[in-house]
């Protein structure tokens, strides 16, 4: 099985892409004008108690407050470690209006809900997780071995040990550590230690909400909790993010050194090796499977349905036997949909009926193997009397479609389109993928009233940057007939 991470970087937005066997499992998107917040950590000011929600919202320094509920608060003693005897459910017991309180960022803004926070801080590093209010020690769920658990458990002793670190708090011991040796740990712990310290400091003289720490940009953060020694290469596409990251790892990962390659070809990366076409295809509603089936996928604020059909495809036996393979196929699919899409919350399937018990127990045994593989907690439900199955899946960041799309206008928010800005880079890309090694000097972007309008106000910028790379002259002209997402490169 062939893994690897494609890491795309321009002046606008950073894109990641993980892919196994050459199919698109993963993408994360991260713009310079909205960065995710998920893992800051702030100090905040409590500005409105809830007692029948028992939650408080909390000014952090955003646009919108934060929620904080009371069960993601954790008590602490007077030596800052968590105090299990003082635990209540009542927020009144916590926090008051104007209380100070150090927060950290566990999901970003999502439509009109601010972002969700907690007390229980932690930082993360290649190999740990440092949660400083406790004294627990963990082991990742996804390291299943039970020799390497009990290696893992006696290097992070032999670790503390000879940092002499011993009221640092408590630790969970990421899945990348898997193999790793004293030495590797150490430096992790060195690196928490020196981290924390800081963050503790600011905290304590921080007088109104601030931010006191910022996670590592998004391609950093790819290196550290997606990259591992096994894969096959890192495929980076911007010369200075390249060398960023050879020294990032030179430092904290060098067992991923190696597998760093700086791609330098004329065809985008992501067009090279097919990504495009996936995430386009991620926006829409249907998805194709191989045998003929297909599956409709709807997001809505409550939850995502999913509708299998067995469309074209019809088998070789009987249609038992159709139904049930389209729906092996579809549980398959839907698995690695949900990963790229990055669909959480309550999800509701429905699989094509089956007579056959059997047949039930092994499409959900198949979509059980297949979710196996997503690194978001999820939980499945069996199938229901109706033939649904209920699951859930942890979402932490926004979906696909609400990154690159907005509600449409014209229908009300009944369906989507691609916002402004997302068909802004897509025109940057199409002219550095047509007008490269073009002899022509001059170009034309033929595209509606708000894209033009935005590529020659927020975008303006960008467009100078582009017209420099490419030696060409950019011109924009308005065409009232086109549809936001229709757009026309007429070489002059």
């Known amino acids: 099985m062939s893994n690897e991470i494609l890491i795309s970087v321009t002046a606008m937005e950073t894109r990641v892409a993980v892919l196994e066997n050459s199919l698109l499992q993963d993408v994360h998107i991260e713009r310079a004008t909205h960065r995710?917040?998920?893992?800051?950590?702030?100090?905040?000011?409590?500005?409105r108690i809830m007692p029948g929600m028992q939650a408080a919202f909390v000014e952090f320094g955003s646009e919108r407050t934060g929620f904080l509920h009371v069960s993601d608060i954790i008590s602490v003693d007077s030596s800052g470690r968590e105090d299990h005897s003082a635990k209540s459910d009542a927020i009144g017991a916590y926090l008051h209006d104007g209380k100070k309180v150090v927060v950290q960022v566990t999901k970003d803004p999502l439509g009109t809900k601010g972002a969700r926070l907690t007390t229980q801080v932690s930082l993360s590093s290649r190999y740990l997780v440092l949660m400083p209010q406790t004294l627990h020690i963990g082991i990742s769920a996804r390291i299943d071995d039970p020799l390497e658990r009990s290696r893992l458990q006696l290097v992070l002793q032999e670790a503390l040990s000879a940092e002499e670190i011993s009221d640092l708090g408590g630790f969970i011991i990421r899945t990348a550590a898997e193999g790793a040796g004293v030495d590797e740990v150490r430096a992790d712990l060195r690196y928490l230690k020196r981290l924390w310290s800081a963050v503790s400091r600011r905290g304590k003289i921080a007088d109104r909400p601030a931010l006191l720490y910022e996670d590592l940009p998004l391609y950093s953060r790819a290196i550290r909790d997606l990259a591992r020694p096994s894969m096959d290469k890192?495929?980076?596409?911007?010369?200075?993010?390249?060398?960023?990251?050879?020294s990032f790892c030179g430092e904290y990962v060098p067992e991923v050194s190696p597998l760093l390659e700086y791609y330098e070809n004329e065809r985008q990366l992501f067009d090279a090796c097919?990504?495009?076409?996936?995430?386009?295809?991620?926006?829409?509603?249907r998805v194709d499977l191989k045998s003929g089936g297909y599956l409709i996928i709807d997001q809505t604020e409550a939850m995502t349905t999913v509708d299998v059909n067995t469309g074209s495809f019809v088998g070789k036996k009987n249609l038992e036997e159709t139904?049930?393979?389209?729906?092996?196929?579809?549980?398959s699919m839907l698995a690695r949909q949900l990963r790229v899409r990055n669909l959480g919350g309550i999800i509701i399937i429905d699989f094509i009926d089956m007579q056959e018990a059997e047949h039930r127990r092994q499409v959900h045994r198949e979509l059980e193997k297949a979710m196996r593989q997503d690194p978001s907690r999820n939980r499945i439900a069996g199938i229901s009397d109706l033939g649904l199955v209920e699951m859930t899946r942890k979402r932490d960041r926004e979906s696909l479609a609400h990154m690159l799309c907005e509600e449409c206008a014209s229908c009300g928010g009944k369906g989507?389109?691609?916002?402004?800005?997302?068909?802004?880079?897509?025109?940057?890309?199409?002219l550095m993928r047509t007008t490269k090694n073009r002899v022509n000097n001059s170009v034309m972007v033929v595209a509606a009233q708000d894209v033009v309008d935005r590529l020659l106000d927020e975008e303006s910028g960008h467009v100078e940057e582009l017209q420099a790379m490419l030696a060409k002259n950019l011109s924009f002209q308005v065409e009232p007939g086109y549809n936001r997402e229709h757009f026309d490169i007429v070489l002059l």
């Open 36 to 47: 995710g917040i998920v893992g800051n950590i702030y100090s905040g000011k409590v500005v």
């Open 234 to 246: 890192i495929l980076i596409d911007n010369q200075a993010c390249f060398e960023q990251l050879e």
């Open 274 to 285: 097919g990504v495009e076409d996936e995430i386009q295809r991620a926006l829409g509603r």
């Open 323 to 331: 139904i049930f393979k389209t729906n092996i196929e579809a549980a």
């Open 416 to 430: 989507m389109v691609k916002s402004a800005e997302t068909l802004c880079y897509e025109i940057f890309r199409e």
